[in-house]
């Protein structure tokens, strides 16, 4: 654009003087030179200059297209660099990402998990041999028919709730405390508090959910009246980790042999 100005700027007057000269050629004579003579040399010569200035003006158009292009590459290879570094901080986002939901699906389902455990807990049912959760836990009166000196009390527990009963303890006890009580088939002669019997520590599991198992977790005891007690109350009680007290009695009337066939 701007050698074109040049060009221009030069060739105006050298086309004005080639005019002059053409209507004035026949009127005006210097020496031997035609006014008409000089004015073509004088067009020629600012032509010259016109096309000097123009080459110039092109070599600078050239250096500096040269130097806008060394530029525009220098520009390139910059924008190329922040690009790759872009996709590469890109690319470690989208891993840092991908850790990230990972993580936080973890943890959602940890929450999720440890707000099942909190829902759930164990709830449980005992039942005495023949006798019922709904019968027993009105404390009724049982009558026990002796064969033996002793007698096997079987309770037999249900969990039907959602969660274990975790490192339970259950107690049974007699009332009078003449009364002895022993696990099943270990029957003592003597021992210290001998009208109770615990099952605890490492003999006692958890007691798991019936929807589970299906099955009642036994706790079976040997039972000893004197032979001057005719009636005693029996009580079981069992609690856990997550278990409240559950506790439940019965009066026992004994029947022994000889009474068997007495009307009562």
């Known amino acids: 654009m701007r050698t074109g100005l040049w060009v221009l700027a030069f060739l105006l007057p050298a086309a004005w003087l080639a005019i002059l000269s053409y209507l004035l050629k026949d ?3 210097l020496g031997k030179l035609a006014l008409g003579d000089i004015v073509n040399i004088a067009a020629v010569l600012m032509a010259a200059f016109s096309l ?5 003006a092109y070599r600078d158009a050239t250096r500096s297209g040269a ?11 910059a924008l190329e ?3 790759e570094t872009a996709t590469k901080q890109q690319q470690l986002l989208e891993r840092a ?9 973890l943890l959602q389902e940890q929450a999720r998990r440890e707000l099942e455990r909190l829902g759930r807990k164990p709830t449980i049912e ?5 006798i019922p959760w709904s019968v027993l836990r009105t404390n009724p009166t049982v009558p026990v028919r002796f064969e033996q000196q002793w007698h096997t009390f079987d309770f037999l527990v249900k969990n039907i709730g959602t969660a274990p009963a975790t490192r339970p303890t259950t107690i049974i006890s007699a009332n009078p405390v003449t009364v002895f009580v022993d696990a099943a088939d270990i029957r003592m002669a003597e021992r210290q508090n001998h009208n109770t019997y615990q099952f605890s520590g490492q003999s006692a599991q958890d007691i798991q959910p ?4 299906s099955t009642a977790f036994r706790y079976s005891v040997d039972v000893t009246p004197p032979q001057n007690v005719n009636e005693f109350d029996l009580r079981f009680r069992m609690f856990a980790e997550n278990l409240p007290a559950t506790e439940v009695s019965i009066h026992v009337r004994v029947i022994k042999p000889a009474q068997a066939g007495t009307p009562q």
């Open 81 to 83: 660099v922040v690009v």
């Open 97 to 105: 990402a991908g850790t990230l939901d990972t993580q936080l699906s």
């Open 27 to 29: 009127r005006v004579q």
């Open 126 to 130: 005992v039942a005495l041999g023949d």
């Open 67 to 77: 130097e806008q292009q060394r530029t525009l590459d220098a520009s390139r290879s």
């Open 52 to 56: 000097f200035v123009a080459i110039a």
């Open 210 to 213: 019936f929807a589970q198992v």
